[in-house]
C-alpha cells in the first residue's frame, strides 16, 4: 500500500476522497485512527485564481474555527510537502444525499445558522455539497476554503442551487458520468 508522510511520520493511504481547486484530500491511517490528509496541488483553475494556498488554507481554518463553523481539526501541517492532517469526519456528503434523496429539512435549518455567522463576519465558505458531511444528524463544512463576502456567491444565491437535484445539480452530475468534469 502507498504511504504518505507527514511531519516524517507515515501514514498509509486508504483511498483518494476527492479532488478540489486546491489539492486532493485521501482518506489515510496510522494504523490506529483514520484521517484526511490534504496535499496542495498547483494545477492550473480557470475560474478561481491562488496566492499562497497552504498559508491560504491555515488562515481559512482559523477564520471559520474563530466564527464557530462544525469543521474537522486541524492535527498536523508539513509546510515543505504542502500537506495537512485533518480530523476525519466519517459519514455521507451532502452530495451524495441529494443523489439519494436524502436531505433533510434540519440540514437547510443548520447551514442557514452557519451562514447567520458567516455573513456577520463578511465571509462566503464553498457551498457546494461535496464540501458538506453529515455525522450524527450534524452538518460539517470540511473545507476550509472561505472568502469575502459576495452576495452573488452567498448560498441563496449559489449553494442551494446544489443543494437539491435542481437543474444545475443534475447538469454537473450528468457532467460528471460522461466524465467532462
Not at 486546491?22 to 491562488?50: M, N, R, W
Not at 492532517?85 to 452557519?114: C, F, H, N, S
Not at 455573513?119 to 476550509?144: G, R, W
Amino acid at each position: 500500500m502507498k504511504q504518505i508522510k507527514i511531519q516524517d511520520k507515515a501514514y498509509t493511504i486508504i483511498k483518494l476522497l476527492g479532488k478540489g481547486k486546491g489539492g486532493y484530500s485521501y482518506l489515510v491511517t496510522d494504523g490506529a485512527k483514520q484521517y484526511v490528509c490534504k496535499q496542495i496541488h498547483h494545477e492550473p483553475c480557470s475560474y478561481y485564481t491562488f496566492g499562497d494556498k497552504l498559508a491560504s488554507e491555515l488562515r481559512d481554518y482559523e477564520i471559520l474555527k474563530n466564527i464557530g463553523i462544525p469543521v474537522p481539526e486541524l492535527l498536523s501541517v508539513d509546510e515543505q510537502q504542502e500537506r495537512l492532517l485533518k480530523e476525519y469526519i466519517e459519514g455521507p456528503t451532502l452530495y451524495d444525499l441529494v443523489v439519494d434523496d436524502k436531505v433533510k429539512d434540519e440540514y437547510l435549518t443548520q447551514i442557514k445558522q452557519m451562514c447567520k455567522l458567516l455573513y456577520a463576519s463578511n465571509i462566503n465558505i464553498d457551498y457546494f455539497p461535496t464540501n458538506f458531511v453529515v455525522q450524527k444528524e450534524m452538518l460539517y463544512y470540511i473545507d476550509y476554503e472561505c472568502n469575502s463576502y459576495m452576495e452573488e456567491w452567498n448560498f441563496e444565491n449559489w449553494g442551494i442551487k446544489y443543494w437539491s437535484k435542481t437543474q444545475e445539480f443534475m447538469d454537473y452530475f450528468k457532467s460528471l458520468e460522461k466524465g467532462e468534469s
